[in-house]
């Protein structure tokens, strides 16, 4: 089963959010930085390697939030794994349409991408902490 890497990047109370460009698939829907763990990596392996290509930052540390299956439509299962993560450096956008840093109470009004709306309803509703 693929699976997919989510990190939660706090900072002063709040979560980065990053939005997907409009040529992308599931276009300019809102999601956590993150990607596909690849074969032969594994899922925390894969989290530092996207973050720093994502957002060009160094993960110090990780602890694994959540993880739940989850079927897009007309696709095979993919396993969702939410870390939180202690990051240096300053996150930088370089493959997204726009990020912003927002509380997980007013996450539920962002379009989130549909795998993500489980996660982002326990985060709100303060289960996944």
Known sequence: ??????????????ILICRRRPEQQHPLKWE?????VEPG???????VRELAEELGIRTLESREMDRYEYTYPGKKPIELIFYLVVF??????RIF???RWESAGRLAGYDFLEGDTEFVRRLADGASR
């Open 97 to 99: 349409h726009e990020m």
């Open 1 to 14: 089963m693929l699976q997919v890497v989510a990190a939660i990047l706090e900072r002063d109370g709040r």
């Open 32 to 36: 956590f930085p993150g990607g596909k």
């Open 41 to 47: 990596e594994r899922p925390d392996e894969a989290l």
């Open 88 to 93: 240096d450096g300053e996150p930088e956008n």
